[in-house]
């Protein structure tokens, strides 16, 4: 079955930095793309970035130049890191296989405020 762990998360001040991990498990990690998500309060689930499984990476406007996806296959694990955070960036933040599976995680909760 598959399942993913998000960690990492937490508050941060605007323009501070945090690296998200996520480590999943229950299929081949190496042959899936992954994808990070997030969700802000009575919004909808959004894709920030992703990557393939060669290392090709792709991200969302709204964050281009600021995060940056990364993976470590032998960790079964993609990261996420963000810097100079807006508090728009305020989100739950899930990863989940390209196309995502129903099965997501818990999440890890990252709140930017002063």
């Known amino acids: 079955q598959v399942q993913f762990v998000e960690s990492g998360g937490g508050l941060v001040q605007p323009g501070g930095s945090l690296t998200l991990s996520c480590v999943a498990s229950?299929?081949?990690?190496?042959?899936?793309?992954m994808d990070w998500y997030r969700q802000a309060p009575g919004k909808q689930r959004d894709l920030v970035a992703g990557?393939?499984?060669?290392?090709?990476?792709i991200c969302a406007d709204s964050v281009k130049g600021r995060f940056t996806i990364s993976r470590d296959n032998a960790k079964r694990t993609v990261y996420l890191q963000m810097s100079s955070l807006k508090p728009e960036d305020t989100a739950v933040y899930y990863c989940n296989f390209r196309p995502p599976r129903d099965t997501w995680g818990q999440g890890t909760q990252v709140t930017v405020s002063s």
């Open positions: 990557i393939s499984p060669s290392g090709g990476t």
């Open positions: 229950g299929s081949i990690f190496s042959i899936h793309a």
